[in-house]
């Protein structure tokens, strides 16, 4: 039931992300708990969307996508009777951002769900940071019940390492 109602969630994120962007929107990725089908109940729903023209500053972008929320809000309260209480935990970054790089895209180099992908962008720039992490020999370590990666298993001082 739980991945049922997170499906639901995801499709309906999609559906207003685009009715809300349009053609400025480039893509939809989730990912964490999610996007690896191993959340919870209060899991939030983690989601990177690229967007063109984005205002510039934090809060302008959260203003704008507030309208998404806004529209989902009944979808919360249904859910919130089930007794799964989520919300969406959105990132967005233009395109000319996404090309620059974040840490973040390690966590979706193996686990991102793309929704959507105007031209493939977002899954090329996922492919380019797997082969820079091939060449350097990185390895996604588990301890426990969390992952880190080492980056460059065989660094010696000095080492410069880029993604």
Same mark, same amino acid.
């Given at each position: 039931?739980?991945?049922?109602? &997170?499906?639901?969630? !995801?499709?309906? %994120?999609?559906?207003?992300? /685009? +009715? #809300?962007?349009? =053609? ?31 205002p510039d500053g934090r ?5 704008? &996508?507030?309208?998404? !929320?806004?529209? %989902?809000?009944?979808?919360? /309260? +249904? #859910?919130?009777? =089930? ?60 301890k426990g019940s969390a ?17």
């Open positions: 039931m739980l991945k049922e109602c &997170f499906r639901e969630l !995801e499709n309906r %994120l999609l559906e207003e992300t /685009k +009715a #809300l962007y349009g =053609k400025r929107l480039v893509s939809v990725v989730l990912f964490g708990s999610a996007a690896r089908k191993t959340q919870r109940f209060d899991s939030d729903l983690d989601v990177l969307l690229v967007v063109r023209e984005l809060m302008k972008r959260v203003r704008e &996508f507030d309208t998404v !929320e806004k529209k %989902l809000e009944p979808l919360f /309260k +249904a #859910l919130r009777v =089930k007794d799964i209480d989520t919300r969406i935990s959105a990132i967005l970054k233009s395109p000319e951002e996404t090309e620059m790089g974040s840490p973040l895209f390690l966590d979706m180099v193996d686990d991102a769900n793309i929704l959507y992908d105007r031209d493939g962008f977002f899954s090329k720039r996922l492919e380019k940071l797997k082969e820079k992490l091939k060449v350097l020999g990185a390895q996604r370590v588990w992952w880190y990666w080492d980056l460059k298993p065989d660094y010696k001082k000095g080492d410069v390492i880029e993604l």
